[in-house]
């Protein structure tokens, strides 16, 4: 198993799709973007996430 590969991203184009679904009338630069890394890096569960799809993945292995 390769230990340093990467599980899930965000990207820009994520920051721009929830902008315009939600019709958020914001426009970002690219210096904005440093600040929003930092920002949702600090809201996002990442521990709790991580638990939960760990007990999901469980589950199913139950079912089998």
Same mark, same amino acid.
């Given at each position: 198993?390769?230990?340093?590969?990467?599980?899930?991203?965000?990207?820009?184009?994520?920051?721009?799709?929830?902008? +315009?679904?939600? &019709?958020?009338?914001?426009?970002?630069? &690219?210096?904005?973007?440093?600040?929003? &890394?930092?920002?949702?890096?600090?809201?996002?569960?990442?521990?709790?996430?991580? +638990?939960?799809?760990?007990? +999901?993945?469980?589950?199913?292995?139950?079912?089998?």
């Amino acid at each position: 198993m390769d230990k340093d590969k990467i599980i899930y991203q965000l990207s820009v184009k994520d920051i721009l799709t929830v902008i +315009e679904d939600n &019709e958020l009338k914001i426009k970002i630069n &690219e210096s904005d973007t440093h600040l929003l &890394e930092d920002r949702i890096g600090n809201f996002i569960d990442w521990r709790g996430a991580i +638990e939960f799809a760990l007990m +999901e993945l469980g589950n199913s292995r139950k079912k089998q």
